[in-house]
């Protein structure tokens, strides 16, 4: 006699013997009783979970000779003829190879006639959902309102494909995947029929790789008593080397080297499983799972939420996660779940998952902003100091600490610029007033006392400067000697722009000679007309555009983009593309008047094709950008020096990412 596989061998003959899915046993058993039992049901689910033995069930149920009953017999010729699969009143179709709208149509002229030997004619139609759309509309009207001898059974695994007709025309029932502990349950009393026996462990590795199915745990089953040299005590050692799963403890020791941060560990650990012939993608899940088993078990500590894992699997975790933190947990997680996805992209897996190892190795744990706002309040809180009063405050000249109780000095303000070119008070100003603006404020023991600088070139006539302020008696700290006092710098008015570019020097020099008509002053805002031959040709054309910037955004837009080839004599001359010059087109007359209005005689626009050229014809936009790009390596280059940034980089084990200068737009 032919061998009869596990999965088919050990099918349910009762409701009683298909487990994990009493919510649908016991709804059809009472629809039974009462005689409530609908025309049309669906079974719907994962494969492998029951759904076409649910449905033979029922059929036996209903057409057995001494029912309907909720226990058939399995003895009378019904039964039998449902188990063996020929009774001529249950017939089961195959909805993928029977999908057509012709094959709906011999169904609507069958159900007419009453069932031949059985109480009822019984359809199932196994994966309904490979029915095309025309079958289904074909189906509606039967599926509605069948004979009342007729019983429709659905079966399928894709049930968001089914149209919501065909839905609100049948009974639904979701059936639901099995815990590992319900597999291995159910799969030891199978081997115990069997004469086999499984070690635990090697159960709840079967029961893992069916992922909740019956069906593929129960094939796995067979390949593994298959395998094994000795059916009467199978290994769970066995049972991982023919299903190519990797040991746990071999995955827990990986986790280990990752954890306690041993790159080389790690390394040799991993090719030692690598060179058993593990599945890398299989390793990498298998390690995913068991950092979340981790976690719960770190969150939890309850044995109720991990049933997946065996006791001493259970164990394990538990001495493993006693050592580390969840939060850590959880960005290791996240980190490898990328690996994981791109170990199915890639072409060389091993060096991905390999290079995804180390990361986790060298991943420096994230630090919740909570706790790093409690050590800057440690930072910041005073030390002790002479006389027990004490408090380390700032070398002389910076900011008192908390302890002290001499007043904060006044933040100098930085003096108001123009908008052009974009300039800052000075090279150290605008950090020192970031710094001095943290909450809390630092203290002497995490900053070291600024350097002195050099002030900045001071104009040919120097404003008078303001009387520097009386020393202050600092606190001399124990550890080390009085910083030198700063010098302090004199603020300049205006202050000096920031170099500009190479390119565009002439420009900028220019611009700084013109620093009376420059947008904000009196004559501007009065609308008066400016004295266009004393300036540079570009300083006169920027004030233009600085005007139509305030008035009209649009068109702003547009002449930025082009370069100035000259300007006199009532033409303004101007290169740039085709593209912007179509579109400048229709503003024509609208730009001729406010160069009149600003120049204070007639002026006509002219446009050339071409691209504006850095800097024998520069446009607005080119020198804005050579602007910035200067104010940003300069503000960089100073906060890469500035003694305080370099302490709490020290503090704190930062990196210089990324610097903005102040009132710059944040990148995007």
């Known amino acids: 006699m032919a061998y009869v596989v596990l999965a ?19 709804t059809l058993a009472n ?26 069930l029922l059929a036996k149920c209903l057409v057995c000779v001494e029912g309907p009953t909720i226990d058939p017999c399995n003895v009378c010729s019904e039964c039998v003829a449902v188990t063996e699969g020929r009774s001529v009143d249950v017939i089961e179709i195959d909805g993928a190879s029977n999908n057509r709208v012709e094959d709906v149509r011999n169904i609507r002229e069958q159900v007419r006639y009453l069932p031949q030997t059985a109480r009822r004619k019984i359809y ?89 199915s019956v069906r593929d745990s129960l094939t796995l089953l067979d390949k593994v008593i298959a395998f094994a040299s000795d059916t009467g005590k199978v290994s769970a050692e066995e049972v991982r080397v023919v299903l190519g799963v990797p040991s746990t403890l071999a995955v827990a020791g990986l986790v280990e080297a990752v954890l306690a941060r041993d790159a080389t560990l790690t390394l040799r650990r991993f090719d030692e499983i690598f060179t058993s012939g593990q599945d890398l993608l299989a390793l990498a899940l298998e ?39 969840a939060t850590a947990l959880s960005q290791l997680f996240d980190r490898f779940t990328r690996v994981v996805d791109a170990l199915q992209r890639t072409r060389v897996p091993r060096l991905v998952l390999e290079m995804g190892l180390l990361d986790l190795v060298h991943t420096e744990p994230l630090m919740p902003l909570g706790d790093l706002l409690d050590r800057l309040e440690q930072i910041s809180a005073p030390g002790p100091g002479p006389g027990g009063g004490g408090g380390g405050g700032f070398a ?12 904060p000095r006044p933040q100098r303000q930085a003096p108001d610029f123009p908008p052009r070119p974009p300039q800052r008070a000075s090279g150290g100003d605008s950090i020192d007033s970031f710094l001095a603006n943290l909450k809390p404020p630092m203290s002497a023991a995490a900053s070291a006392p600024p350097q002195s600088v050099s002030p900045p070139p001071q104009p040919a006539s120097p404003p008078p400067q303001r009387p520097p302020d009386p020393p202050r008696e600092s606190v001399p700290r124990a550890a080390a000697p009085p910083a030198p006092t700063p010098v302090r710098r004199p603020e300049p008015s205006p202050p000096p722009p920031a170099p500009p570019p190479p390119q565009a020097a002439a420009v900028a020099a220019a611009a700084a000679e013109a620093c009376a008509v420059c947008p904000g002053s009196p004559r501007e805002a009065t609308g008066m007309a400016i004295a266009w031959a004393s300036l540079p040709p570009f300083v006169a054309w920027e004030e233009f555009l600085n005007r139509v910037r305030r008035e009209e955004m649009a068109i702003f837009a547009l002449l930025a983009e082009f370069g100035l ?104």
């Open 8 to 26: 088919r061998k050990y099918r349910p003959q009762r409701f009683a013997d298909l487990v994990g899915q009493e919510h649908v046993t016991r």
């Open 31 to 56: 629809a039974i009783a009462h005689d409530r039992v609908h025309h049309a049901y669906l079974f719907c689910g994962a494969r492998g979970l029951g759904k076409t033995t649910a449905a033979r």
């Open 124 to 212: 199932i139609i196994d994966e309904v959902h490979m029915l095309t759309g025309s079958a289904f509309n074909a189906l509606l009207k039967t599926l509605e309102e069948p004979p009342p001898h007729v019983t429709f059974i659905f079966a399928t695994t894709e049930v968001h494909e089914l149209p919501a007709t065909i839905l609100s025309r049948v009974s639904r029932f979701d059936f639901r995947r099995l815990s590992s502990a319900q597999l291995v349950g159910h799969l030891k009393s199978i081997l115990a029929r069997e004469g086999v026996s499984v070690e635990e462990a090697g159960l709840y590795t079967v029961a893992r790789a069916g992922d909740g």
């Open 287 to 325: 390690l995913l799972k068991h950092l979340r088993d981790l976690t719960v078990v770190k969150l939890t500590g309850s044995r109720d939420v991990l049933l997946d894992a065996s006791d001493q699997e259970f164990e394990h975790l538990g001495r493993q996660a006693a050592d580390v933190e």
């Open 396 to 407: 002389p000249g910076g900011p008192p600490s908390r302890g002290s109780g001499e007043a």
């Open 565 to 668: 080839l000259g300007l006199g004599e009532g033409v303004v001359r101007l290169i740039g593309s085709t593209y912007y010059r179509d579109m400048l087109q229709q503003h024509r007359g609208q730009i001729d008047e406010a160069l009149h209005l600003h120049m204070g005689m007639p002026f006509r626009l002219e446009l050339v094709e071409g691209e504006p050229v850095l800097p024998e014809t520069p446009s607005l936009r080119q020198i804005e950008r050579q602007r910035q790009e200067a104010l940003q390596a300069e503000v960089l280059q100073e906060a890469r020096t500035h003694p305080q940034i370099q302490a709490l980089l020290a503090q704190f084990e930062g990196q210089l990412k990324q610097v903005r200068p102040l009132g710059a737009p944040q990148a995007k």
